[in-house]
């Protein structure tokens, strides 16, 4: 992401021979827009990535108190009978 924020400035300030300062200012302000949502879809997936490691985190916790419920239940010697 950074090296096209950069290019874009680069051809923002060296593109004047090419470029109307119309589409300067357009490019450059898509420039900004960009790197906009680009901080905003990493923000949220962070977030979902701290919600998804948490998540995981309680069931597995979870799943180790169901599975000592279970054995508590159900004595492994009996199990193995079956």
Do not use: C, W
């Not at 997936?45 to 998804?52: F, I, N, T």
């Not at 998540?55 to 180790?64: G, N, P, T, V, W």
């Amino acid at each position: 992401m950074s090296s096209t924020l950069a290019q874009i400035r680069q051809l923002v300030s060296e593109g004047s021979s090419v470029l109307s300062s119309q589409s300067l200012s357009t490019l450059e302000e898509y420039g900004n827009q960009l790197k906009t949502r680009y901080d905003r879809a990493e923000s949220a997936a962070d977030q979902l990535l701290r919600k998804a490691t948490t998540a995981y985190e309680e069931l597995a916790k979870y799943s180790y108190i169901v599975t000592m419920h279970v054995f508590d239940a159900f004595p492994f010697d009996l199990i193995l009978i079956f």
